[in-house]
C-alpha cells in the first residue's frame, strides 16, 4: 500500500477507536510539521476526539508551549527520548488530551550527525499518565522519512489503544 493511503487509513481507523472509547488526543511534533494532526482532521467528524495540536519546530517552541526544559534540550538535544517524553507529557497537559502523540528527528537531507544520522526520529506516547517511546532510523528523502514517522506513530497509537 502506498504510504499516504497508508496514513490515511491508518489516521481514520485511529479516529474511529478514539471516537468509540471516547478518548481525546493531541500532536507535539516537530520533524513532521504537523503530518500527524492533518492526518487526523482530514476525517469528517474529527473534533470528537481532537480539538488542539502543537507543531514545535523550534527548540523554544518545545519550551513555551510544552514545557520542555532547557537543560533536557542542552543535555540530549531536541532529537532524544528524554525531550520527546517531556513533549508529549506536556502536550497532553496542555490540550487536556487522554493520549498524546510526540515526534521529534532528523528528516535530512542535512542536520545529521554520527550519532543522530539523518532518518532518525523519538517518538513518545502518553496515554492515560502512562509514557512510551520509540526510536526508529528510517531511510529515504525527506519527504519519505516524514510519511514514514507519521504512519509509524499512527500505528503504534492504535496498538497502545488496542492493547
Known sequence: MELQQ????????LGAILADKRLTITTAESCTGGGVSYALTDTSGS???????????????KQALLGVTESTLQT???????????????AAKAANADLAIAISG???????????????????????GKQHTYHCVFTGNRAEIREQA???????SIELLNS
Open 6 to 13: 497508508q496514513v490515511s487509513t491508518l489516521a481514520s481507523k
Open 47 to 61: 473534533s470528537r476526539y481532537i480539538d488542539r495540536c502543537f507543531v514545535t519546530y523550534s527548540n523554544e517552541a
Open 76 to 90: 540530549y538535544g531536541a532529537v532524544s527520548e528524554q525531550t520527546v517524553l517531556e513533549m508529549c507529557a506536556g
Open 106 to 128: 532528523v528528516a535530512g537531507p542535512t542536520g545529521g550527525s554520527d550519532e543522530k544520522p539523518v532518518g532518525t526520529v523519538w517518538f513518545g506516547l502518553f496515554l492515560s
Open 150 to 156: 507519521v504512519v509509524f506513530s499512527l500505528e503504534k
